[in-house]
Every structure is written in C-alpha cells, then in structure tokens.
C-alpha cells in the first residue's frame, strides 16, 4: 500500500498543476477576449475616428482602455505584459459581391477614410498583433509558449 502510494502522488501532483496551468490559460483567454469585447463595444458607435491614423486619439484611447481596463492605471495592464502596439483595430467591408469580408483600404473612393471620399466600414475586427505568448510553468518540465488568438468583430455604426 504504501509503495502504490509513493508511485501515485507524483503523477496526482503533475495532473493538478497541469489543472491549474489550464485554468491560468483559460482565464488569461477569457481576460483578454473580455477587454477586446469591452474595446468592440466602444469602437462600434465612434463618430468621425480616423482608423487609417493610428495616432487618432479616439483610436488610442479605445486601445487605452483595451489595455489598462476602465480605470486606466498605466501602471497595470489587465493581462500580464500586453502592450498598446499588441492591439489592432481594423476597419473591414463586406463584399457585396460574394458576402466576403475583408480589410478596408485606406485610400480612394472603396476605402474608409471619410476625408477621401469613402464610406464607413460595415464591421471593426479587434485582435492581438501576432497573438499573445503564454509561457505554462510546470515543475522540472520545460514546456513551449502557448500562442492566443482572441479576436472580436463587431457591426460599425459611427460615422
């Protein structure tokens, strides 16, 4: 009895932290899936942003409040080590055509630069730039980073 149990409490030890490391990463997901809805919600009613500019303070400040929460304390980001420059916010138009859809351009008539003479996007796709590294730290074990890809797409319906 007492041999069978030194041989089992390693493997019990593995399987609950190998537990806790899937819910770090679950829960590193669902905040970061979150902050990107919270951003989606305020990007869908902007009024005259310029999303060709990334120097758009409406822009940078969704990209703010992606980061640092509503409270936007600089000093602490709601996912461990993500940056403003991480977070992408692009304007996309369905085609009409095939119900595609893609990126708007920035230029001309068929983009969604108003001061060119486009119109607004249909959707705005929030993401994280290349993804956000998660690196699983289990005892003695040495493991790869595990890449997320949270994205959110919501209708636009500013100016």
Do not use: W
Request: glycine fraction near 10%; aromatic fraction near 8%; charge should be negative.
């Amino acid at each position: 009895m007492l041999f069978e149990s030194i041989l089992l409490i390693p493997i019990l030890v593995l399987l609950f932290v190998g537990g806790m490391e899937m819910g770090k990463i679950t829960l590193t997901y669902y905040q970061l899936q979150k902050a990107l809805r919270g951003g989606a919600r305020m990007v869908a009613v902007l009024q005259g942003a310029d999303f060709c500019n990334p120097d758009d303070p409406q822009i940078a400040a969704i990209k703010s409040f992606i980061v640092y929460g509503p409270d936007a304390d600089t000093s602490n980001p709601v996912v461990r080590s993500l940056t403003l420059e991480q977070i992408l916010i692009m304007p996309e138009r369905a085609d009409t055509e095939n119900g595609a859809i893609n990126v708007c351009d920035c230029g001309g008539p068929d983009g969604c630069l108003a001061s060119d003479g486009g119109r607004a996007p249909d959707y705005v796709r929030l993401s994280i730039d290349g993804g956000y590294t998660f690196q699983p730290r289990i005892p003695f074990r040495t493991l790869d980073p595990i890449l997320l890809r949270p994205h959110v797409r919501a209708p636009f319906g500013g100016l």
